[in-house]
């Protein structure tokens, strides 16, 4: 099967149609991305990187493609009843990949920032977005040498690993892409509510949606983000997301991810984090219900003393399929990562964990703990992880662990003996097993949110999504 | 027991100013078939062996399948390329000259003996037996006929088809199949001697069976094939030794062990690993690309892997345990030592499928110089291996900040009883162990050793004491000129 | 209210428990004395229903309901409590959230309302003053990083919260300091009220300064072979267990 066919053939005949529905800075990275694509094509499962999730199927089927821009007639705000209680955010939608332009009468971020569609931002800050737009991504599939372990053979330095080969789907959303979100806040600006955004996604036929976010953090900018992907109707949706995420000396971004699609879903989320001196980053993703999710992850940490928290929970069952991936590449000395996720399988769910740690030549001092730890609930779901540490400094602190087992057998019995039923023992260790990564969200409404729809997800009372009435 | 330490310390700084100390060559005549791989080299390896027509036709189909076949590049490993038809296959140095002595060459009982061998059974290691075995051939196997009084066959595998062809014909491939991987289709294509082994029912091995290997002649390669077979409720411990002498070019080790545990028996595999590493450029010294597999059938029964890894430019292996049997246990303990240019990707395989089963993983990595270190395992729990259980630790030590330490554990798990608990660290040797050492007079190289040592101590005490002594002083030796 | 009738039970099929007979009354408070091995701890386990410990032969009445049919949260709202000898920590659990759980089960189970988060913070106070225990304790995950004396402190207040009618008190003096000991037995004596009664669990006199018992019966090997009054756990305090085998070596002989 090669799947990539379709989208190369795709390309070559919309690529007019492509330039004159989307900006120019936007257009420029499409006959690179598409000499990549065309390359590599879409991996298999012997694709190291890839080998937990067939690539090749999820994108077989024939999608259509709103490459004309239509409209969807929906009013998201009217529709969208799931908002996080107490929290007082700044609420965007964005619908497949099109930024909502109607602004909720509330959101109005001050001080300079810019929350507004990419697109629309590469017209008006063409300077501004084009610095941005891409280039963490090029950044992060440039290989760096000698800085890694490898041979000089025949005059040549051969790494022993490629760390950084361009990924397909990156350049299949570069090649595609028309819309989605840009995010900018100036020097020293301090973002006083959080920002949430709505992926609405939405269709009457069996859609790919190609979703772009660019978020860029000056030097000591602050900010939250909440992204919540949901899905309104019943038709297969495959859904690219490519986010880049510029984290400027001293910036500090929370940035957190809950999606609660459904089983019709297909999302393939790559995020790509650059952080400079001192910045510190947070990132929790949470897959409450979804049908096939694939998020990658590759964290850059390009200046000293920047720290990134990467904590992730799961909750699957049915015929779910999650694959977390993460790649935290210490490049410079003194930096410090912490990872956890965590994953509850039941009935046929599949679950697959990857993390590698890599600290490069020049990263002394660096300290890294990544944990994942996971409970199977049946016989018939299935936890692969692989937590992987790739170390080439020898002047370092890095720990890692995997677990896979079930619940504490003497927890439960002591629960009982206090009158608690089984089954309601059984629950409680699950809300706390994944409430160790809710517990940290530092936006405590968000946090009560989540330890609630956690909660009804494990009684079974949130089948799809929670707030929308549509599905 | 002090006394016991302090002769093992006496060790380690002995040894601390010795280079790899196995390099010498044997001067000894050796009948070596030309270089090249094609069918009839096949056909003559098997021919000069005088084996029976099934074995041929199981190296031919391996043949045909090893042509098929690339060499994996998903390991952590900078491999050169290697020209197949630049090795000779088969290199007999117990050939006798038509016109010369046709008794064994003393000069190779010499080599044995200097390698700390002796092959004379009065001269012994005291209860150990031992297969000599040099390039593609098995020059003496010790203390056979006692053995042979308690219904154990221990003999060279050539020997085993022509005195054993059933037994060698049931087990031969049935836990490594021809099909396994590269170097398992190569070696059974091409293999020459190695051991059998066959512990009948109820019997307890009294002695520890070893077999040394030894690469001697020139732009050879050594493909052995050992075969281990415990039957119902017996006991064997088998130790694995090797070296081979300093050369400038890289040489070829593509081995196989096989060993089948039936119910309620118990082996236990050590080996010490000490093939020429290469020289501190990084030049000559062996590929040892070995496919080592443990079949736990029976119920109740129990493989233990002990390895102390200190030789080879190249090391890629993975001890592996399959358990079908209900209640088996499985263990893999493990010491790879990397220094200069030397590379590793060495670890296990636990695939549970029986009920109740239990396999353990304890990994020591030790990185210096600029070489490469990684340990790579996997833990598989399928869905009938209710209530299984590990525990894997793999910990990297290292020594230089040009030197890499990985960790790539794959763990699968298909059953809702089964527990996997994994984890690792990796670290730097203690500034403040060594200061203390050197404080008390302790020069650092020493220092390290000892540090190592310690380090390293969970594994080594997992071997028979002769082996446990010759391991601790090979750590010392391997990570000489590591501390800067 | 308890009757145990020729109780034989054994844990992977080896039988620790060889024929009990045992009658505890409304109010009684027994103390079961023995060394390690003896069987106290599984016959513990055995009336609180452990799933790790067969019952081969004999039967259990409590409150004239047959014990042995019913689950280990039935046996819980039926008022039986348990302090365990090792309470288990459970991360992530908070104590108020466990003990809310475990109040409205029972209430449920007797066919009351459940109660209000605001009436529950308010009993969870009060109950904690018996046992001293620290808020600090009780906004933590269940027994997660407590101290030993904590651990104890904290299995008696949950007996304050469940107001069970039979409790066993598994070796609640082990690793306990004198203060700490008087602490928890201070607040059992609290929580003593004429109709409880108890099978209190020990190696030592010591904890039976502070609660008195009406009966102290010797385990050995798996039966009763003694049954006395409180002085008897004092002779057993001077000289040992070995007279009480000794003496049971000539009964057998006889």
């Known amino acids: 099967m090669k799947s990539e066919q379709q989208y190369i053939e795709l390309f070559q005949q919309c690529r007019q149609l492509l330039s004159s529905q989307s900006d120019v800075v936007l257009d420029a990275l499409r006959d690179e991305a598409f000499r990549i694509f065309k390359r590599i094509g879409l991996p298999d499962k012997k694709a190291e990187r890839y080998k937990y999730t067939d690539v090749q199927e999820a994108f077989s089927p024939n999608y259509g493609l709103n490459l004309n821009r239509l409209q969807f007639r929906i009013n998201p705000y009217d529709v969208f009843k799931c908002n996080v209680p107490n929290m007082s955010t700044l609420l965007y939608f964005i619908v497949n990949d099109a930024f909502h332009s109607k602004e909720y009468p509330n959101a109005k971020p001050s001080g300079g920032i810019i929350i507004s569609s990419l697109n629309e931002a590469a017209h008006l800050y063409p300077d501004l977005v084009s610095k941005y737009y891409g280039q963490i991504v090029r950044k992060a599939e440039t290989p760096s040498i000698n800085s890694e372990g490898g041979q000089i053979i025949d005059g040549e330095f051969v790494p022993l690993r490629k760390n950084n080969e361009p990924d397909a789907i990156t350049a299949l959303n570069t090649m595609l892409v028309q819309d989605g979100l840009f995010i900018y806040v100036p020097k020293n600006t301090v973002s006083d509510k959080a920002i949430q955004v709505v992926n609405v996604l939405t269709s009457t036929v069996d859609l790919l949606v190609n979703r772009r976010v660019l978020v860029v953090l000056e030097e000591g900018a602050k900010a939250k983000l909440l992204f919540c992907d949901e899905s309104m109707s019943d038709v297969n949706m495959l859904a690219t997301q490519v986010m880049e995420v510029y984290a400027g000396p001293s910036s500090e971004l929370e940035l957190y991810e809950l999606e609660e699609t459904n089983m019709k879903n297909k999302r393939f989320s790559n995020l790509y984090v650059q952080q400079h001196d001192k910045s510190k980053v947070t990132l929790n993703s949470i897959s409450l219900h979804n049908g096939l999710t694939r998020n990658m992850t590759y964290v850059s940490l390009e200046g000293e003393e920047s720290v990134i928290n990467l904590y992730g929970g799961v909750i699957a069952d049915k015929e779910q399929h999650v694959d977390n991936h993460t790649l935290v590449d210490h490049k410079v000395p003194k930096c410090v990562s912490n990872e956890l996720f965590k994953y509850v399988l039941d009935d046929n769910s599949v679950g697959a964990f990857a993390g590698r740690i890599l600290v490069r030549n020049d990263a002394q001092k660096t300290e890294s703990q990544e944990t994942n730890a996971n409970l199977c609930v049946t016989k018939t779901a299935h936890m692969f992880t692989q937590p992987m540490l790739e170390i080439y400094a020898d002047d370092v602190k890095c720990n890692h662990g995997a677990t896979v087992g079930q619940l504490n057998e003497a927890a439960l019995f002591y629960m009982r003996q206090r009158g608690i039923s089984l089954d309601e023992a059984k629950l409680l260790l699950k809300f706390a097993f994944v409430g160790e990564v809710i517990d940290k969200v530092d936006l405590e409404p968000l946090r009560d949110r989540l330890h609630y729809l956690v909660e009804k997800r494990f009684r079974g009372e949130l089948n799809k999504c929670s707030g929308c009435r549509l599905c | ?484 | 209210m308890l009757e145990i009738k020729n109780l034989h039970a054994s844990i992977n099929g080896k039988e620790i428990l060889k024929g009990i007979n045992l009658t505890i009354n409304d109010g009684e408070i027994h103390a079961l004395m023995g060394q390690n091995g003896a069987g106290k701890s599984t016959l513990s386990n055995v009336l609180v229903g452990h799933p790790a410990y067969e019952v081969t032969q004999g039967s259990i009445t409590f409150n004239g309901k047959d014990l042995l049919a019913l689950k280990p949260e039935e046996r819980s709202h039926e008022g039986i409590f348990m302090s365990f000898q090792a309470p288990v920590e459970i991360p992530g659990v908070s104590m108020v959230n466990f003990m809310r759980a475990a109040v409205n089960a029972k209430r449920k189970y007797l066919g009351k309302e459940p109660l209000t988060a605001g009436e529950f913070l308010k009993i969870m106070r009060e109950k904690r003053k018996i046992v001293e225990l620290d808020s600090k304790l009780s906004n933590r995950s269940v027994n997660e990083g407590f101290s030993g004396g904590e651990k104890k402190r904290n299995e008696i207040f949950q007996m304050a919260m469940l107001e069970p009618t039979f409790a066993i008190l598994d070796e609640t003096d082990s690793g306990l300091d004198v203060d700490a000991l008087r602490i928890v037995a201070d607040g059992f004596n609290k929580l003593k009220t004429e109709k409880t009664s108890a099978l209190v669990i020990t190696h030592y006199q010591r904890l039976l300064d502070y609660i008195k018992p009406d009966f102290v019966h010797v385990l050995l090997d798996g039966n009763i072979v003694k049954t006395g009054g409180p002085e008897l756990a004092l002779e057993i305090e001077d000289r040992g267990f070995d007279w009480i085998k000794a003496e049971r070596a000539v009964k057998n002989e006889e």
């Open chain 2, 1 to 484: 027991m002090e006394n016991l330490k302090q002769e093992k310390n006496k060790l380690v700084r002995e040894v601390a100013d010795r280079k790899y100390e196995y390099g010498f060559i044997t001067d000894v005549h050796t009948d070596i078939i030309e270089k090249g791989l094609n069918e009839d080299v096949i056909r003559l390896i098997s021919a000069r062996k005088g084996e029976p027509e099934w074995l041929l036709d199981f190296r031919l189909k391996a043949y045909s399948y090893w042509l098929t076949q690339k060499m994996p590049t998903w390991p952590h490993l900078q491999i050169p390329e290697i020209d197949y038809q630049a090795i000779s296959y088969y290199a007999d140095p117990t050939a006798k000259k038509k016109d010369g002595p046709q008794e064994i060459d003393p000069e190779l009982m010499k080599t044995f003996d200097k390698l700390g061998i002796p092959l004379e059974e009065r001269l012994a290691l005291s209860g150990t037996a031992v297969d000599a075995v040099m390039d593609s051939v098995s020059v003496k196997t010790t203390f056979k006929e006692s053995l042979r009084e308690k219904g154990i066959i221990f003999c060279s595998i050539s020997e085993a088809v022509r005195e054993h062809p059933d037994l060698v014909k049931q087990y031969l491939g049935s836990v490594v199949p021809y099909r396994d991987n590269f170097f398992a289709a190569l070696n059974s294509a091409v293999f020459s001697d190695g051991s059998f082994v066959y512990v009948p029912k109820g019997v307890r091995c009294p002695m520890e069976l070893s077999t040394y290997f030894r690469i001697n002649a020139r732009n050879t390669g050594q493909f052995e094939r050992t075969l281990i077979v415990a039957d119902d409720d017996s006991y064997v411990s088998y130790l694995e030794g090797c070296t081979a002498p300093m050369r400038d070019e890289n040489q070829l080790h593509a081995a196989i062990v096989e060993i089948v545990v039936n119910e309620r028996a118990e082996v236990k595999y050590s080996t010490v690993q000490n093939w020429y590493p290469g020289d501190s450029e990084g030049k000559g010294g062996v590929y040892n690309f070995v496919t080592k597999r443990g079949h736990l059938r029976g119920a109740d029964s129990k493989l233990s892997w002990t390895q102390v890894e200190t030789g080879s430019a190249i090391t890629w292996k993975y001890p592996s345990c399959v358990l079908s049997g209900n209640n088996s246990q499985a263990e893999f303990y493990s010491v790879a030592v990397t220094n200069n240019y030397q590379q590793a990707d060495t670890g296990t395989k636990m695939i549970h499928i029986g009920e109740n089963t239990k396999s353990t993983i304890i990994s020591k990595g030790i990185s210096a110089g600029k070489s490469h270190n990684s340990y790579r395992g996997l833990v598989k729990i399928d869905a009938r291996a209710d209530g299984a259980r590990n525990y894997s630790s793999c910990d990297s030590l290292l020594l230089s900040d040009t030197c890499g330490a990985h960790t790539f554990p794959y763990i699968d798990v298909k059953n809702d009883t089964g527990i996997v608990e994994h984890e690792a660290t990796t670290s730097k040797i203690s500034e403040d162990q060594l200061f203390y050492c050197n404080q008390r007079g302790i020069p650092a190289e020493e220092a390290v050793g000892l540090i190592v040592n310690g380090y390293a101590k969970d594994v080594l005490n997992k071997l028979p004491m002769e082996f446990a002594v010759e391991a601790q002083k090979l750590l010392s030796v391997s990570l000489e000129g590591s501390v800067g």
